[in-house]
């Protein structure tokens, strides 16, 4: 009987320490894949966790982590891109409403110049002036 008791308590032991082990390991590879995403995060590099494991489920969280990162490395990628086309459509649109401004008020300074003739009424005067500091205005801004 007490042998019995004996080679239970062994193989207890044993299968303790194997479960011990895997443990261990799967402590091991979970710090791993932290600490490369972790890295990843820090560095802002395009990277991948790659691990080396027999584990099915680790496995499985590495291809779906990959799967998130190339997302992730794709929408980055698309939004650079978008803004880049944002900022060079807002330099084409400020270019295309710069020309016309600068007609404007060219045509502006004329019209005040003409109209500080004392023969003119003093409101035509008054809406050339205004006129002029408007297109001033929209100039600066």
Known sequence: MWLL??????????ILICQQIQHKEL????NSITDRL???????ENGFVLIPTDNDSIKKLGAVLNTLLQD???KKSEFEQSKQAMAQDLTNISHDIRTPLTVLKGNSEMLSNIT????????????????????????ST
Not at 27 to 30: A, D, Q
Not at 38 to 44: G, K, N, P, R, V
Not at 129 to 138: E, M, P, S, T, V
């Open 27 to 30: 402590e091991r590879e979970i």
């Open 116 to 139: 500080n003739d004392p023969s003119m009424p003093e409101n035509v005067h008054a809406m050339a002036a205004k006129i002029d500091r408007k297109a001033d205005d929209l100039i």
């Open 72 to 74: 992730f490395y794709t």
């Open 5 to 14: 008791f004996a080679i239970l308590s062994f193989v207890l032991l044993l």
């Open 38 to 44: 972790a890295s990843l995060s820090i560095t802002s």
